[in-house]
């Protein structure tokens, strides 16, 4: 992500929020549909997450929506609010990393799946891509 948004850093912050849910909420639903087999309460996990990830999404859309409407002049309350919501969305992304880390780890239909583990090693790195973004963003913003 790059930083010379100015003004307008807060929307961009939330622009990659809501990508990074949306790819998130997706990727609960191909682990299931790549998984054969998968233990119940790998299923149940992944059900949770999905609706986890589509909440969030749909809170930081809110916040675009407020953003675009207030213009430049971003009350300090709502630019602390997006603050929090992105930070929360990243501690999201770090405990998703670690259902995946279970799944690899633990779930004998998906260590039988060679697929299945290429699959969840990328989901794995696009959400540590994201958590890296946000990282940076709380270094320079």
């Known amino acids: 992500m790059q930083f010379y948004y100015g003004d307008m850093m807060p929307l961009r912050i939330l622009d990659e929020a809501e990508f990074w849910k949306r790819q998130e909420t997706e990727h609960t639903v191909v682990i299931r549909q790549i998984a054969p087999g998968l ?14 990830f589509a909440e969030t999404e749909g809170k930081v ?6 953003v675009v409407r207030s213009g430049p002049n971003i009350p300090p309350q709502t630019h602390q609010e997006i ?3 992105i ?3 990243q501690n999201q992304s ?3 990393v670690m259902l995946l880390n279970q799944l690899l780890t633990n779930s004998k239909a998906i260590a039988d799946n060679q697929i299945a583990i290429t699959v969840i090693n990328h989901i794995r790195r696009e959400s540590e891509y994201y958590i890296g973004i946000v990282h940076s963003l709380f270094d320079r913003y």
């Not at 233990?39 to 986890?52: D, N, P, V």
């Not at 859309?61 to 407020?66: A, C, G, I």
């Open 83 to 85: 603050m929090q919501l």
């Open 61 to 66: 859309v809110k916040y675009v929506e407020t």
């Open 87 to 89: 930070h929360f969305s």
């Open 94 to 96: 770090q405990q998703f």
């Open 39 to 52: 233990e119940l309460q790998y299923i149940e996990a992944l059900r949770k997450w999905e609706e986890s």
